[in-house]
T-cell receptor, first 113, second 111 residues
C-alpha cells in the first residue's frame, strides 16, 4: 500500500537553482494537489489537477509550475528558487473530493539558501 | 473566501482526560469536513470525514460532529493517551473546488 509517494524528502537549494519535486500515487485518483506548509500558516494550495492533462492554479502559484501527463504522476517544478520558497511541500490525492478522503504524502522539506 | 479557524492553538492534558478540539469555518456552503492528524515531520493522516448531510462520525475513541449552519465542528477524543499527542487539523471542501485548512491544534497528552 504505497499510497502517495514524494521524493526527495529533504533538499537544500541555492538561490536561483531549479528543481522538481516528484509525486506519484497508486490509487488511480483523478484529483491531485500540491500544498506548502509554513509554521503557523496552515496549508496553502499551490496547484491542483482534476485529471491527466488538466491543471489549475491554487492560492500561491507564483514561482512554481506543474504538469500532469499521467494519472499517477504530478511533479512540481520550482524555477529560480528564492528563500521565500523554503517550506515543507505536500502532495495529496483524492478519488472524489465531494465524497472522499484526502490522502497525503510524507512531505518534502526544501531549504533555499 | 472560506476561512477556517482552530482554537486553541495548543492544548496540554493529563492522560485519561476526555477533550474537545474546535474548528470553525466562515462559509456554510461546504461538501464535507475532514479531521486530520499530523505527527512531527510527517504528512497528514485522515481521521474522520463528515459529509455536509451528516451530523457526526465516530471511529474508536474519536467522535467528530458538524453543525453546518453555525459553521462549527468539534473533534472529541475520549480517554486520551500519550500516543494521541500530535497536531490535529480540520479542512473543509467547499464549492470553490479546493480544500481550506485550519492552522491546527497541537495536542500534548502527559503520562
Amino acid at each position: 500500500n504505497a499510497g502517495v509517494t514524494q521524493t526527495p524528502k529533504f533538499r537544500i537549494l541555492k538561490i536561483g537553482q531549479s528543481m522538481t519535486l516528484q509525486c506519484t500515487q497508486d490509487m488511480n485518483h483523478n484529483y491531485m494537489y500540491w500544498y506548502r506548509q509554513d509554521p503557523g500558516m496552515g496549508l496553502k494550495l499551490i496547484y491542483y489537477s482534476v485529471g491527466a492533462g488538466i491543471t489549475d492554479k491554487g492560492e500561491v502559484p507564483n514561482g512554481y509550475n506543474v504538469s500532469r501527463s499521467t494519472t499517477e504522476d504530478f511533479p512540481l517544478r520550482l524555477e529560480l528558487a528564492a528563500p521565500s520558497q523554503t517550506s515543507v511541500y505536500f502532495c495529496a490525492s483524492s478519488r472524489n473530493p465531494n465524497t472522499g478522503e484526502l490522502f497525503f504524502g510524507e512531505g518534502s522539506r526544501l531549504t533555499v539558501l | 473566501k472560506q476561512e477556517v479557524t482552530q482554537i486553541p492553538a495548543a492544548l496540554s492534558v493529563p492522560e485519561g482526560e476526555n477533550l474537545v478540539l474546535n474548528c470553525s469555518f466562515t462559509d456554510s456552503a461546504i461538501y464535507n469536513l475532514q479531521w486530520f492528524r499530523q505527527d512531527p515531520g510527517k504528512g497528514l493522516t485522515s481521521l474522520l470525514l463528515i459529509q455536509s448531510s451528516q451530523r457526526e462520525q465516530t471511529s474508536g475513541r474519536l467522535n467528530a460532529s458538524l453543525d453546518k449552519s453555525s459553521g462549527r465542528s468539534t473533534l472529541y477524543i475520549a480517554a486520551s493517551q500519550p500516543g494521541d499527542s500530535a497536531t490535529y487539523l480540520c479542512a473543509v471542501w467547499d464549492t470553490g473546488n479546493q480544500f481550506y485548512f485550519g492552522t491546527g491544534t497541537s495536542l500534548t497528552v502527559i503520562p
